[in-house]
């Protein structure tokens, strides 16, 4: 097995930097000159933060750069390279829309501008939030200097110290783990672990194959998706509220079976009847499959986690199921303005857009074919009101609603660093 060359490798991929680097920025730019900006990449290149182990201490914040297809265009790249790049891509999350159900008010037409025709993403992850504030300033102070168009458009976000996403619900829980013993997320129990390939370009995938990656560039590369997902978490709540007419357990019970965890992250399928207390021990609450549960009675078939990795529902090896991983690396914002919502800036990493996170935001959430459920969709996230069926005797049928709007985003390239250093130069020249 090739090992992943972490040098190269930018660090926010794989591993990651932990929840602890809980204050983030999301500096998402668009290039007005290729050739400031290139002289910029490359006088940052020395300070990306890549997967090589850390030493003590812990630095206070990290720093990552990723560029769209339009990004790579801005700076100069030859249409040989360009065409190389998948189609999925080269399209952009806009033209996607129609297959991600960005339908309604998730159409890209009423999608925040600034989060429209991005040309790449920096992003910055703190221990501190005033550690973040101050990168923050110093990079806007560098945007014009780096051939940016000012502004460029800063979204902060912030874990809370219950790692609770807006709703409520513990999140940042499950996350594929890598079969290198070198590079990160590790194996923790019950967990069966998947090729570096499905998430880094220049390694072997799950199929045995190393994928085609962009011509020249694509060596220890990944594909990174950010889209800024507003949730109404007032209406979300109402709308338990009235369903448990009133009832507070029946309200988290019904809550719990549309996720497939109760609010504090424990499993339905290890423990149906509540919460189990065990909250706290977070790598026990990834220790479970679905084989003992295949009728869905204790987790929903169509729970937003049961449908977003099925584990061990589709074959008991998870063969399928590890084919269309993604590792998660959102985070939550507050209200950005007057009578704005809280969201989740959500981000993923894979080698593949179409088979990985297109296929899960489509397939698996889209409707509910694969899993026998007709056209229930995800009742999380997923592109259209329908019926939510809790399996049971009798099973139960909720009418759903849509509680998450997506107010824009966009597909980016994760260079490896000599890959970086290459771009850079050539927007220079
Ligand atoms: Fe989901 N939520 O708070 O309800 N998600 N998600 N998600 N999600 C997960 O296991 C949520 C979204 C996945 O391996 C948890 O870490 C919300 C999209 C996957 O068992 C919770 C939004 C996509 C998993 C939420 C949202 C996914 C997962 C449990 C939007 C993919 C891991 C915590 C606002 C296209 C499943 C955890 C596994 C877990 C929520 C979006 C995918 C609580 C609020 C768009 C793969």
Not at 47 to 76: H, Q, R, Y
Not at 239 to 260: P, Y
Not at 399 to 423: D, E, K
Request: with cysteine; charged share 25%.
């Amino acid at each position: 097995m090739k090992r992943v060359v972490q040098g190269d490798l930018q660090g926010n991929v794989l591993c990651g930097y932990g929840r602890k680097y809980a204050h983030g920025l999301f500096l998402f730019f668009r290039i007005e000159d290729r050739r400031a900006f290139g002289r910029w990449l490359d006088a940052q290149a020395g300070s990306i933060t890549t997967a090589v182990p850390w030493g003590k201490p812990n630095p206070a914040s990290t720093l990552n750069v990723a560029l769209s297809l339009e990004g790579l265009e801005a700076l100069g790249l030859p249409p040989r390279v360009l065409d190389s790049f998948p189609e999925a891509f080269r399209q952009g999350m806009e033209k996607r829309a129609p297959r991600l159900g960005d339908m309604g008010t998730s159409e890209p037409q009423h999608w925040d501008e600034r989060l429209r025709g991005l040309h790449g993403v920096v992003t910055v992850l703190a221990l501190e939030r005033a550690v973040r504030d101050a990168r923050r300033a110093e990079l806007e102070a560098e945007a014009g200097d780096a051939g940016l168009e000012i502004p460029p458009f800063a979204q902060e976000t912030d874990v809370p110290a219950d790692e609770r996403e807006p709703f409520g619900f513990a999140d940042g829980i499950s996350q594929p783990a890598i079969r290198d013993p070198e590079a990160g997320p590790w194996p923790r129990a019950g967990e069966v672990p998947v090729a570096a390939g499905e998430f880094v370009l220049g390694y072997e995938d799950e199929g045995g194959v190393v994928p085609e990656p962009p011509a020249g560039i694509g060596f220890n590369g990944s594909y990174m998706v950010v889209r800024k997902l507003e949730q109404d978490v007032e209406g979300f709540w109402d709308f338990l509220r009235g369903e448990a007419e009133g009832d507070a357990a029946s309200m988290d019970w019904l809550a719990a079976k549309i996720v497939g965890r109760w609010c504090d992250g424990t499993p339905l399928v290890r423990s149906p009847g509540g919460p189990d207390g065990d909250g706290a021990a977070r790598d026990a609450l990834n220790d479970f499959t679905y084989g003992a549960d295949p009728e869905g009675f204790r987790c929903p078939i169509g729970a937003h986690i049961r449908r977003t990795n099925p584990r061990d529902s589709l074959d008991y090896e998870w063969r399928f199921a590890n084919r269309h991983r993604i590792i998660r690396r959102g985070m939550p914002y507050t209200p950005d303005g007057d009578g704005g919502k809280p969201g989740l800036i959500f981000v993923c990493f894979q080698a593949s857009i179409e088979r990985q996170f297109e296929f899960v935001q489509s397939q698996w959430m889209g409707d509910g074919n694969a899993f026998g459920l007709g056209s229930d969709p995800d009742f999380i996230a997923g592109p259209s009101a329908g019926k939510m069926t809790i399996q049971g005797a009798p099973p139960r049928f909720v009418p759903m609603q849509r509680f998450v709007t997506t107010r824009g985003g966009g597909y980016f390239f994760v260079p490896g660093m000599s890959a970086l250093r290459h771009i850079a130069e050539l927007a220079r020249a």
